[in-house]
């Protein structure tokens, strides 16, 4: 794609589409073992300055198979056999302020659905689904170069989802991000940053937890961009629970299917780990700009 560094401040819907709306899914006990932030996509910080606003819809959704873990030694080992369906609704704002039309500014609101099974358990434990607890926050970025694109997120994720699946303590997720787009074919999107967790209702407080979220995509055509997503974290051990860590890898394709549309599908797998379930996961995400 062309840069969007100094496009006219009218509504560019085929610009706004290369916002993937900066935030994925975070790192929660009940709803989900991935990576924090790894369901964004290869354009998810390939960002405009010197816009009107817009808004953008997105939803995401994730398979999780719980069948392995990582136990302390890094060895894989029997999981708990679960299935996790993950879904995510996502709106957000975007605008450039008048005050400084070489910024960019995002708003959002996400509501997380959560959906588990696991067929050893008691019949009353055998299906357990609500509403996540829900995030809001802010981003903010500037263009350095008419190529790149360098900024700022932080959300607060809210403990008021459904008791089944909530986890019941208030989280701070605040991470820096970049894009590049080198030439017209190759791009690099990711970001870097902590989740901060306050104490749970059984009493148990985990640990900071560090996270980074790479996608390397080539666009092959017009409407199809192959990528490779590279994802990895870090928890800190706290109130006797121990460290934690892994790295997923694994390929996915973007579909520009139209100027204000876009499909983004990617299959997720551990490929190292220590006390963390195994990923082996499918992912998907709809973004509509309007």
């Not at 405009?48 to 894989?76: I, L, S």
């Amino acid at each position: 794609m062309n840069s969007i560094q100094g496009a006219p401040r009218a509504p560019r819907r085929h610009l706004a589409l290369r916002i993937a709306c900066v935030l994925a899914l975070v790192h929660t006990g009940h709803a989900a073992a991935q990576i924090t932030f790894d369901v964004i996509g290869p354009h998810e910080y390939d960002l405009p300055v010197d816009f009107d606003p817009f808004n953008v819809f997105v939803q995401y959704g994730m398979v999780q198979e719980d069948d392995r873990f990582f136990n302390r030694h890094g060895d894989r080992v029997d999981g708990s056999g679960a299935q996790r369906i993950v879904g995510m609704s996502k709106y957000v704002r975007f605008w450039s302020p008048e005050s400084n039309r070489n910024i960019g500014v995002a708003w959002e609101v996400i509501v997380p659905e959560v959906a588990i099974r696991n067929r050893s358990l008691a019949d009353g434990d055998r299906h357990v689904s609500g509403i996540g607890d829900p995030l809001t926050g802010f981003a903010i970025w500037y263009k350095p170069s008419a190529n790149a694109t360098l900024g700022f997120q932080s959300f607060l994720q809210i403990p008021v989802g459904t008791d089944r699946v909530s986890d019941t303590n208030w989280k701070n997720l605040s991470s820096f991000f970049w894009d590049w787009r080198i030439g017209e074919k190759f791009g690099w999107t990711g970001d870097a940053g902590i989740v901060y967790q306050t104490r749970r209702d059984d009493g148990a407080r985990p640990g900071m937890v560090w996270h980074t979220n790479n996608r390397l995509g080539w666009r092959a055509t017009k409407r199809l961009e192959p990528f490779l997503a590279i994802d990895a974290e870090y928890l800190e051990s706290r109130d006797g629970a121990p460290s934690a860590h892994v790295v997923d890898a694994g390929p996915g394709l973007m579909f520009h299917t139209f100027d204000n549309q876009s499909i983004t599908l990617r299959y997720s797998t551990s490929v190292d780990g220590r006390n963390h379930s195994v990923n082996d996961s499918f992912n998907i995400k709809y973004a509509y700009v309007w």
